[in-house]
């Protein structure tokens, strides 16, 4: 793996595992975001990218839209000590 690759976790990607939540499309995707949805979009982001998020209540009590999510979630994955995994070798 290129260590020089980018992780890359957006909008995008945001909306697609929302989407499984539910088994919606993804224009079905709501922007603002309930407890339920944030907990799965947690747990996939972990499961994708094969690391554990270190969310205190704070950050997670600001994450209250997709947008918020992204920029939150984006976060956590930068400061990974080692880039996680392409989620493309996961698929």
Do not use: N
């Not at 969310?55 to 600001?62: G, P, R, W």
């Amino acid at each position: 793996m290129d260590t020089q690759s980018e992780v890359r976790f957006g909008r995008s990607e945001a909306i697609a595992m929302l989407a499984r939540y539910g088994d919606r499309a993804p224009e079905q995707v709501d922007e603002h975001l309930g407890s339920l949805e944030l907990t799965w979009l947690i747990a996939e982001v972990e499961q994708t990218y094969g690391i554990q998020l270190d969310l205190d209540d704070h950050s997670l009590d600001a994450i209250r839209t997709v947008e918020d999510a992204v920029a939150a979630l984006g976060t956590q994955l930068k400061s990974q000590p080692e880039s996680p995994l392409d989620p493309q070798l996961h698929a």
